[in-house]
Structure formats: C-alpha cells, structure tokens
C-alpha cells in the first residue's frame, strides 16, 4: 500500500515552484513523515516556465518594477533586485526588467529549492507533457507514465501554449510566432500590412516583435519617443478589439509623485474593510463597488459621482482613433510627470490599493448572477485602468502611432489585411481548458463557479457540489473567478500554496480512514 505522502506537481511555472517550496517548508516541520514528490513541467526551465522562458528577447518586459518581484516569503531568499545585484546585473528597484531576466530568477530559485530540499522530501523532476489524470482506488494516476500518487496538484497556468502557435491558415498567425525572428519573417514579410486582433498586452509584445524585434532603434525624446526603422518592418500594423479601448500606462516612479501619502492610505483602506463586511443581497452593487468609487473621489479631492462618472463615460461605447490617440497620451504624461493625475487615475490607484484586500472578500465567495455581472464588467475595465504596461511601452506606441507605422484607424472593424495575428490569450477560468483539465472537467471532479472559474477552498483544493474531491488541487489561471488574480507572479497575493502544502502535510500523516472527503 502506498503511503499518503506521494504527491505530484503537475506544471512547474512560478505557481508550481510556489508550491514546491511550500512543501519543502511543510517536510521541514514534519520530519518524520517521508514524502515522494513527482514534478511534471513540459518546458526547459522550470520555476520559469514558457512565460519567462528565460530565451526570450529583451524587449519583453514585465509589467510590473523590479521591486514588486520576490519569489520567497519570510525573506527566505533574495528577492529579484537584490539576486540581479549578487550576478553582477544592475536593476533599479522602479525598473521594468526583461521577462528573460525574471525567468533566470524563477530558474534559479527552483534549483535552490530542489537543492537544499529536506532529505525526507524525495524529489523527481519528469520534463513530460501531462495528458490525463484518472482516479482509481483512492489514487491519482498520471498520464503518460502511469505513476500513480495520492494528491496531485495541478499548477498549469497558461497550459498548453505551443498548441496555440500553430497557423489556422496562411494569414492568420499566433502572436508567439513573432518572437522567434526566422518564424516571424517568414509569417509577417517586410513591408506586409497586418491587423492585430487584441489590444492589450500581447498587443504590445506584438508590436515590439515586429520593430524593435527586427532591429528598429526607439531614441528617448523629451515628448516620449522617436524611432529609426530598420527597414525590415511591415507596412502598417493596424489593432481591433470589442471596445478599442487602450490600457493605462503605469507610472514612472521616478517622474511621479503620488497626490497622497500613507495615513491618507491608511484610513481609506479601513473604510474599504468596513464596505467589505457588510451584507447585502449584491454586495458588489451596494458596498464595495460603491466604496471604491468615494475612495477615488477622494483621491482626487473631486466631488462625489467624479469617479462614477468617468466611468460611466469610459465604458459607455467603443474608442475611436481620436479618443484612443488622446487618452494613450493623457495616460502617457500622468504616468511621467507631465500631467496631473486623472479622476481616471485616482480610480486605478483604488482598484491597485485595494485590490489585495478584494482577493480575500472575493475569493471563494459565490455572487448571484447580477453582481456577477457587474463585477466581471467592472474588472475587464479596471483591468486595463490599473494594471496597464509601463509607461515606456505606451511611449513608444504612441510613437508609432505618430509616424504612421501603427493605425488606430480600424479599431473596432478590423483592416483588410495581408496577414492577421492573433495577439489575444485563451480566456482565463474553466472557459477554454487543455488536457489534463479539460478531461477532469469533463469526468466531473472538478466544476465551474459563477464567475467562470474552477472551484477551489481555500486550501486549494477542488470542490465538486461543495465537496471536496479527494487529492486534487489546483492553483492559477484556471480557478480565476474562485480565485481572484491568478495571473499574477506576486507570490504574497494569494497563500494557497502555503495552503495547500498545509493540507497534504495534513493529509500524509493522518490514517487514511478519517480522511472525509468525496471521492467521484
Ligand atoms: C506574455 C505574458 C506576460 C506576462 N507578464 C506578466 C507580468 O509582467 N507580471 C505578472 O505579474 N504577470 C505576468 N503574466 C501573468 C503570468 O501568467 C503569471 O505571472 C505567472 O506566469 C503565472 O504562473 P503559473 O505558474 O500559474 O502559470 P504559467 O506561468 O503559465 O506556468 C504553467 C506551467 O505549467 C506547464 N504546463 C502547462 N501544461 C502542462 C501539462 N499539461 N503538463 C506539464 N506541464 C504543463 C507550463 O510549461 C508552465 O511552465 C504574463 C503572462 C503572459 C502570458
């Protein structure tokens, strides 16, 4: 009989060496028990993943500074600036450092961790493509290889992305193609015309592929940017989307100066915890959404209805060249300095403050279908306010757009093109699944909630009518909606992996009898 202590990893990017170090943490403190781990990672870096596979090109930066980027808790290990500082690399904490240079970081801490990982934590590391889980007799087994586990957890983010690059057709391409120059000359010609479907961050990577990529020069000019082409660009790159609605830049530390200080932050934060536990029959409707809309009132010392107002405004119909071209640049000199900060700022910097505090209230709650509703519309629109690429990538967008290189002029019906690429990324939640996922789904062991996500407790593991089911857990894109704001690599956001190896360590050491959960 195999012992309640083998378990495994099944995809092994930030959130999957999140728990592995968790686990490690958990063995440390319960010596005695022996605990078999298997790691199944299909990429070549694990801890890194595809997403900050650390190969790629420089010019793929993250969307957030330097300092925000610490793979331990507790200061067990160095965080991102400080690890840069011990190679020799040089990052300023505001700096928007090249996802590459992430993916040597998450590389690294998984090496370390597999290191100096507690002897009775034995740990296989399979570079296999995961396919399907099948529970039989109280056991996971693991497709290919047939290994058989009592909990597996399934931390497959972004899943398959290969899959995605593959040509539907001659003139509809994969923005992932573009990153690798022999694939992207012979998708996207010089001189072709190309209409981008998607206009938020993939967009912009896109973008960058198709200039900077093939050897376009940006020149750092005191109204943003200036660039020098290299001659192998294609003719127009022309975006579209629902909305044409363009994302926020992110501010500039070092041009910025933010309007408030920390008691002003420290207040409007209680009064947001006190919106949170109130009871209503919509909570999002007549708290919270509420709250955050006087906290940026007050943020930009406007009257009350500012914030709601501009909203109303932002979202009411789709951006037309002009209104996209005005509100990049507007974004664009807030986030340097240039202008004051917006209505439309104060409300991002709510949602960007509160926004720890709204992952606890949210997650793991199930709304009724209007304040469903409300929250989702609301959360794409915040999405691109908030959480928006930094200032220099919007610099250089306007840039383009400026010389003509780039066209706002087919935003919402897209130009007749040579060539279409797909800059967009398959919905987050249980809307677009891969194997394994999609067969558990399928075999009904897991489910989806209001908001589209696969439920989980808080311990990470999946729940079925309420239930837990026995030795599954998931953690990341695929419980967004359950969870809220997986796509992230901050790893104080959310404690499910401290969770989850809480509960296997649990698990592991108590008889298997008492162990109530469901079995499907
Ligand atoms: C282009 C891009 C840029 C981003 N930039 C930022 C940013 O700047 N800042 C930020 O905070 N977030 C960013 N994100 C969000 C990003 O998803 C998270 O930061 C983080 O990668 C989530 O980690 P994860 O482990 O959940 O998922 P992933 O990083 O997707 O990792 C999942 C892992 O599972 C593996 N895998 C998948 N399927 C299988 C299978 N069937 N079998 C075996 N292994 C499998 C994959 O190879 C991968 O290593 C970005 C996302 C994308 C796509």
């Known amino acids: ?61 993250m ?11 507790q200061g067990r290990g160095p965080d991102l600036v400080s690890w840069s500082r011990d190679m020799g690399i040089d990052v300023a904490s505001g700096d928007y450092v090249p996802r590459a240079l992430v993916g040597q970081y998450l590389f690294w801490c998984f090496d370390r961790v597999v290191k100096t990982a507690p002897s009775n934590l034995s740990i296989r590391l399979h570079a296999t493509q995961i396919t399907r889980l099948d529970q039989r007799m109280g056991s996971w087994v693991i497709t290919p290889g047939n290994i058989s586990v009592n909990d597996v957890l399934v931390t497959t983010g972004h899943q398959n992305r290969s899959g995605d690059e593959m040509a539907k057709d001659r003139t509809t391409i994969d923005a992932h193609l573009l990153l690798d120059a022999a694939q992207s000359f012979a998708a996207v010609p010089k001189g072709a015309t190309v209409a981008c479907k998607g206009f938020a961050l993939t967009f912009i990577d896109t973008m960058l592929a198709l200039t900077e990529g093939r050897g ?39 041009r910025f100066s933010p309007p408030r200080d920390a008691t002003f932050w420290a207040r409007q934060l209680d009064l947001f915890q006190n919106a949170l536990s109130y009871t209503a029959k919509e ?49 664009y000199d807030i986030a340097m300095g240039v202008a004051p900060p917006d209505i439309g700022w104060a409300l991002a910097e709510a949602w960007r403050r509160c926004y720890p505090k709204l992952v606890c209230w949210l997650s793991h709650r199930e709304l009724c279908k209007p ?40 935003l919402i019906a897209p130009l007749d093109s040579d060539i279409t690429i797909n800059a967009t990324i398959p919905p987050a939640g249980a809307a677009a699944l891969s194997d394994p996922l999609a067969g558990l789904l399928r075999n009904g062991h897991v489910e989806a909630g209001i908001l589209g996500g696969l439920r989980v407790n ?38 499910l992996p401290e969770n989850w190896a809480k509960h296997v360590s649990r698990a592991a050491s108590a008889p298997t009898a008492t162990i109530l959960e469901r079995t499907v």
């Open 216 to 254: 376009g020069e940006f020149v750092k000019v005191e109204s943003g940017y200036s660039y020098q082409p290299s001659g192998h660009e294609p003719a127009l790159i022309a975006p579209f989307s629902r909305s044409g609605r363009p994302m926020r830049a992110k501010v500039q530390a070092d």
């Open 63 to 73: 969307n957030f500074p330097a300092h925000m980027i610490d793979a331990w808790t």
């Open 458 to 495: 808080n311990s990470a593991q999946a729940m079925v009518n309420g239930v837990a089911v026995s030795g599954l857990s998931i953690i990341g894109r695929a419980t967004e909606g359950c969870v809220l704001g997986n796509d992230t690599l901050s790893r104080h956001l959310h404690d």
């Open 1 to 61: 009989m195999r012992s309640r202590g083998s378990i495994a990893i099944v995809g092994c990017g930030p959130k999957g060496l999140y728990a592995l170090d968790s686990l490690c943490e958990m063995a440390r403190k319960s010596a005695m028990q022996h605990y078999e781990l298997h790691i199944f990672e299909a990429s070549s870096h694990p801890g890194a993943g595809p997403v900050y596979e650390p190969g790629q090109p420089d010019f793929l930066v």
């Open 283 to 331: 909570p999002f409707r007549m708290n919270v959404w509420p709250a955050l809309l006087s906290i940026a009132d007050r943020v930009h010392g406007t009257q009350d209805g500012a914030a709601r107002s501009f909203f109303n405004d932002w979202h009411a119909a789709p951006f037309d060249a002009e209104r996209c071209r005005d509100e990049l640049r507007l974004g």
């Open 371 to 410: 304040d469903a509703d409300l929250f989702r519309k609301v959360s794409v629109e915040m999405e691109r306010l908030a959480f928006g690429p930094p200032a220099q990538n919007v610099g250089k967008l306007i840039c383009l757009e400026e010389i003509g290189l780039v066209s706002f002029d087919h």
